[in-house]
Structures are given as structure tokens and as C-alpha cells.
């Protein structure tokens, strides 16, 4: 699975941006999806997740009511929508496919890792 993030900027406070994660070689139609992030000089935190056919989403406090994960199976893509962006959503976002079809928040379960996109959110 080779994975591809993209859809990153730079976007004012309160704005929006949507990420892509789009799947080059189309295997990962059966798998959960999450996005992580890291920003400068902190650890890499669980951002959001999906199952494998979009039944069942999972978010991190931080990010509930602002952002929303989707997927569209046929373009073989996972969505990230963030909405009322804060500063300190500023971080490189990255996306991975689970082992698993279900969704998880643990790092440990995701076995492929995109090239992350950087998010910058100016105040």
C-alpha cells in the first residue's frame, strides 16, 4: 500500500482545508484508515479514523465537532475535512491504513504510513 497525503496549506484561523489520502496501488479498500499528526517538537497524536466501508468513525477530543473523516471506495480515497481551524491544529498530518478493517486511535495497529502534508494555521 503506497499512501499520499495531500491537501495541506497555509489557512487563517477559523478557516478550512480539506486532505486527501489517496491509495496509488488501490489496496486498501478493506482496511481502517486513521490520520495522525505532529506538530513541532510533539509526540505524534491520533487525529481521527475510519472502518473500512465508512460505518464507523472515530475522533480525538481535540478535533470533535470541527473535523470529519470520510472515504469514497470508489476513488479508492479517505477524506479529512477541517473546519474552524485553530493554531494549534498547526502540524504535519499524516494518514495510515490499519491491519485491521475496523477503526483504532493506536498507532500500533497501523502498519502503512503515508508521506505526511503540512498544515499551518496562522492566528
Known amino acids: 500500500v503506497q499512501l499520499q497525503a495531500s491537501g495541506g496549506g497555509l489557512v487563517q484561523t477559523g478557516g478550512s482545508l480539506r486532505l486527501s489520502c489517496a491509495d496509488s496501488?488501490?489496496?486498501?479498500?478493506?482496511?481502517?484508515v486513521g490520520w495522525f499528526r505532529q506538530a513541532p517538537g510533539k509526540e505524534r497524536e491520533f487525529v481521527a479514523a475510519i472502518d473500512w466501508n465508512g460505518g464507523n468513525t472515530y475522533y480525538a477530543d481535540s478535533v470533535k465537532g470541527r473535523f470529519t473523516v470520510s472515504r469514497d471506495r470508489a476513488k479508492n480515497t479517505v477524506y479529512l475535512q477541517m473546519n474552524n481551524l485553530r493554531y494549534e491544529d498547526t502540524a504535519v498530518y499524516y494518514c495510515?491504513?490499519?491491519?485491521?478493517?475496523?477503526?483504532?486511535?493506536?498507532?500500533?495497529?497501523?502498519?502503512?504510513w503515508g508521506q505526511g502534508t503540512l498544515v499551518t494555521v496562522s492566528s
Open positions: 495510515a491504513a490499519s491491519r485491521y478493517a475496523s477503526a483504532s486511535s493506536q498507532p500500533a495497529v497501523y502498519t502503512n
Open positions: 496501488r488501490r489496496t486498501f479498500s478493506n482496511n481502517g
